[in-house]
């Protein structure tokens, strides 16, 4: 019999491997659906779905490997980080799906829950005033208006497969619908910035560096408080807290 193997667990949500099998257990319907929906209308591969029984969603494991994890070291080539960037570019590119993501809140909505989660993280302690003061700053150049993409919306590098220099899958498509196409690749290359050109070579267009800096400013600051909370380690080495320091 083939070992469970526990992907991540938290109180949200958990995704469990069982051989070639990816089963998903999640609690909120809604975000299921919109993870069956998008990766039914994305140009890219992605996992197939082998069934479905709320709260459960069994998928196809992907061939190949993925470039790293946040914190971890990076592999893959400059052509296969390229190819990765040619494919996010081609979901960017693709008809818009019915409903915002992940990528696609509002600039009124992040300035009010960034100014919270700021004034939050200074008065409990957790980061001292002036990082977080510093990487609000730079957070400000992504709270702009933004033309609507097909985003994925949690594209960590996790979640990118590829065999060599080609794109296998992408997976984990429950924060996905109309969004910011900057927010995918501030989020792609988030503790990888000595990759980012390769990216954007591949991605084909120029793309707003002070935007991607700020997303990731933007992104580490509201992750670290949620990350502490559901077991995981912001502050260890290459995570979110480095991405803040780096920024100052």
């Known amino acids: 019999m083939d070992e469970v193997k526990v992907v991540v667990a938290h109180s949200e ?8 099998v990816f089963l ?5 319907q809604t975000r299921i659906d919109a993870e069956v929906e998008a990766m039914s209308l994305a140009p890219v591969p992605t996992p197939k779905v082998l069934w479905r029984q709320p709260p459960v969603l069994a998928i196809t494991a992907l061939p190949g490997a993925t470039l790293g994890r946040l914190g971890g070291p990076s592999t893959g080539s400059p052509a296969a980080w390229a190819a990765a960037g040619t494919a996010i570019r081609k979901l960017h590119d693709a008809p818009l799906p019915a409903w915002p993501g992940r990528a696609g809140r509002s600039i009124v909505s992040l300035v009010a829950e960034l100014d919270d989660e700021c004034e939050m993280l200074v008065t409990n302690g957790v980061l001292p005033a002036d990082l977080v003061a510093r990487n609000r700053q730079v957070a400000e150049a992504a709270l702009r208006p933004w ?4 985003t994925h919306g949690d594209l960590q590098i996790a979640h990118v497969f590829l065999d060599g220099d080609e794109v296998t899958g992408i997976i984990d498509w429950s924060e996905a619908g109309q969004g910011d196409a900057l927010y995918d690749l501030a989020t792609f290359t ?24 700020a997303w990731w400013s933007l992104r580490s600051l509201l992750a ?3 990350l502490i909370e559901h077991g995981f380690d912001p502050f260890a080495p290459g ?9 100052m």
């Open 13 to 20: 949500r958990a995704t469990l491997r069982v051989g070639d």
């Open 24 to 28: 998903k257990v999640d609690a909120d």
């Open 147 to 150: 033309t609507p993409a097909f």
């Open 190 to 213: 988030l503790g990888h910035e000595e990759h980012l050109d390769d990216v954007i070579a591949g991605y084909g267009i120029d793309v707003d560096l002070d935007v991607i800096h």
């Open 224 to 226: 670290v408080r949620w």
């Open 239 to 247: 995570c979110e807290v480095d991405v803040l320091r780096s920024l």
